[in-house]
T-cell receptor, first 113, second 115 residues
Framework: AQSVTQLGSHVSVSEGALVLLRCNYS??????LFWYVQYPNQGLQLLLK??????LVKGINGFEAEFKKSETSFHLTKPSAHMSDAAEYFC???????????FGTGTRLTIIP | DTEVTQTPKHLVMGMTNKKSLKCEQH?????MYWYKQKAKKPPELMFV???????INESVPSRFSPECPNSSLLNLHLHALQPEDSALYLC??????????????FGPGTRLTVL
């Protein structure tokens, strides 16, 4: 079965600082990994996805993530945080021909002015 | 059109009421999903429709009844709900592909309150 673990339920960074949100996956088959963002009282928006084409994936709003098989990780980064990045971030995985998208527990990102 | 729409945005209902949630997409996607999200939790899958047929039911109580009248529409019929069913209900859609390569597009959700 596929699963993802997000380390840190809350992360706070200063405006302009590096954003690093951690996600580790567990999958018996090559996984398809996703990062979604959810702003308050809204649905989920896809930031980026890994589908084995390239290990470094660039997404929207300046975010990127690197797939590291040796570390079973897919951490999300952004070089310079902006106030508008404050939101809940979910890592998710699909694998093995299964239609089910399995989410991590989420990380709430707070930006300090 | 890359949007999933959901109506209504907010719904308040009593435990004896019957109501329906509606979801619509015009991206030609052949898979549609219902999720339930409680506060400060990730979305939990409820149902999956593939080619208008129910393919996954995550042991959801029968007071929730999904319906997919055509490839663009997905409904969730609600009857005799409990206060603990209060949550954000999210609809999503995706293209079908083996291995799940295609991302799911989410609607804005319906905030349901059961009194």
């Amino acid at each position: 079965a596929q699963s993802v673990t997000q380390l840190g339920s809350h992360v706070s960074v200063s405006e302009g600082a590096l954003v690093l949100l951690r996600c580790n996956y567990s999958s018996s088959v090559p996984p398809y990994l996703f990062w979604y963002v959810q702003y308050p009282n809204q649905g989920l928006q896809l930031l980026l996805k890994y589908t084995s084409a390239a290990t470094l994936v660039k997404g929207i709003n300046g975010f990127e993530a690197e797939f590291k098989k040796s570390e079973t990780s897919f951490h999300l980064t952004k070089p310079s945080a902006h106030m508008s990045d404050a939101a809940e971030y979910f890592c998710a995985v699909i694998g093995g021909g299964n239609e089910k998208l399995t989410f991590g527990t989420g990380t709430r990102l707070t930006i300090i002015p | 059109d890359t949007e999933v729409t959901q109506t209504p945005k907010h719904l308040v209902m009593g435990m004896t009421n019957k109501k329906s949630l509606k979801c619509e997409q015009h991206m030609g996607h052949r898979a549609m999903y219902w999720y339930k999200q409680k506060a400060k939790k990730p979305p939990e899958l409820m149902f999956v429709y593939s080619y208008e047929k129910l393919s996954i039911n995550e042991s959801v109580p029968s007071r929730f009844s999904p319906e997919c009248p055509n490839s663009s529409l997905l409904n969730l019929h609600l009857h005799a709900l409990q206060p603990e069913d209060s949550a954000l209900y999210l609809c999503a859609s995706s293209q079908l592909a083996t291995g799940g390569r295609n991302e799911q597009f989410f609607g804005p959700g319906t905030r349901l309150t059961v009194l």
